[in-house]
């Protein structure tokens, strides 16, 4: 008999509970124990062995239903120093734990690949990547699952709040969640219909500064002004603050994560874009109401829909069989119906040490779709001596600087 440890890592996304139910529900058919581990490393990696719960199939039974992780969820980070790498590796010895599973994100990714390291073959691991912002390095055109359930929830919001905006003849920022790339900002975005979708990947030249954020939010509202349209919402993901000039004073004195990453939810980016747009404006003369929003923690724990309700069975499943079949240290994907165990070594930025992320590919024909829908000031635009006109009055610039300073970067 087999004993198999779950544990999940990072921020929470929908679906988690549906791996770790269909791991559990298998592995026990097989004649294996289950233990679940809380709060991902968090109590592990200081050697402490009580934070477990048994796992059989009366325990997880329905809990594929249900948003959110029964096994809870912490970024602590067992790899940032060696005692904590030691004491995770004993602490899974001493549970019995020879299959381990991790579900999380890159950061917990890169963390189950130091454990499999360290345990030198004595515990097989798995990962089952999750996040709600398809940033894992899967093959194209799969989604990390909980990115389809929040991006639903998310386009209801962006839906509702455009509504507003154009009952009330305002404009709104929502800010969406998404640490290194803007998947669920346009996902969100393009399906609900929002004028402008600003992503960190659009832009060329980096670091990205506060003012080329500006200038294209600034060229939409224009642009709709020149049209009779006082209304509008934008939406811009956060990870274009993972971007910035690191002596941004905006980034100044933002406290960081276990993994080294900014904490997002403490910079108040929509605040800044919000009070610069509307004072570019202002100084001109151009009057415009610009409302606020951050939109992330609510699309975490939501109950998953029927597509990740699916995707994540199907993943716990997947996850078993690969241990069971003896191939380890792999992440666990689904392509075309099929479970396909892709290496650590694969997903593994040899400069950084840790898993690759996947921007959003600004060379598709899916972005160009989504940059065709959007209300932005084109070259086109510029080019048109009336429309420029237009935009110019509207922006209260001469049409020289107009052009100058609403030119696609």
């Not at 509504?163 to 800010?175: A, L, Y």
């Not at 993901?237 to 276990?258: K, S």
């Amino acid at each position: 008999m087999a004993t198999f440890g779950i544990l999940v890592g990072g921020g929470p996304a929908p679906g988690i509970n549906g791996v770790i139910g269909a791991a559990a529900t298998l592995a026990h058919e097989r004649g294996h124990r289950v233990i679940g581990i809380l709060d991902g490393f968090q109590w592990i990696m200081e050697g402490d062995t009580d934070h477990v719960v048994e796992l059989d199939s009366q325990a997880v039974a329905r809990i594929h239903l249900q948003g959110g992780s029964v096994l809870h969820t912490a970024r602590a980070n067992p790899t940032r120093k060696p005692e904590h790498l030691t004491n995770t590796v004993a602490s899974l010895r001493s549970l019995g734990v020879d299959h381990l599973i991790t579900i999380g994100g890159d950061d917990t990714a890169s963390s189950a690949n130091r454990v499999a390291e360290e345990a030198a073959g004595s515990i097989a691991v798995v990962h089952v990547p999750k996040t709600i912002d398809n940033d894992l390095p899967l093959p194209a055109g799969i989604p990390t699952f909980g990115f389809e359930t929040a991006r639903e929830h998310a386009t209801a919001v962006v839906e509702r709040i455009l509504e507003d905006m154009r009952t009330t003849n305002r404009w709104f920022f929502i800010v969406m969640m998404g640490r290194s790339a803007g998947h669920l900002a346009l996902g969100a975005g393009k399906a609900a219909g929002a004028p402008v979708v600003v992503i960190p990947e659009e832009f060329k030249k980096k670091p990205i500064s506060t003012d080329d954020v500006v200038r294209v939010l600034e060229g939409a509202i224009v642009k709709r002004l020149s049209q009779g349209r006082p209304d509008g919402v934008a939406v811009i993901a956060e990870g274009i603050v993972e971007y910035f000039d690191p002596e941004d004073p905006i980034l100044q004195d933002v406290p960081r994560d276990e993994h080294g990453h900014i904490r997002l939810a403490e910079v108040p980016i929509a605040n800044v874009l919000r009070k610069a747009v509307a004072g570019s404006l202002a100084e001109r003369g151009v009057k415009v109401t610009i409302g606020e929003k951050d939109v992330g923690y609510e699309l975490r724990c939501g109950y998953p829909v029927a597509f990740d309700r699916d995707y994540t069975r199907d993943l716990g499943v997947g996850a078993v069989q690969t241990l069971l079949s003896g191939t380890s240290s792999c992440l666990i994907t689904r392509q075309s119906a099929e479970i396909v165990p892709v290496p650590f070594a694969e997903i593994v930025d040899p400069a950084t040490g840790k898993s690759r992320v996947r921007g959003v590919d600004v060379g598709s024909d899916s972005y160009a779709a989504a940059l065709a829908l959007q209300e932005r000031v084109t070259d086109q635009d510029l080019e048109d001596a009336d429309t420029l006109a237009a935009i110019a009055e509207a922006a209260g610039l001469s049409t020289d600087q107009a052009k100058e300073r609403y030119a696609p970067q």
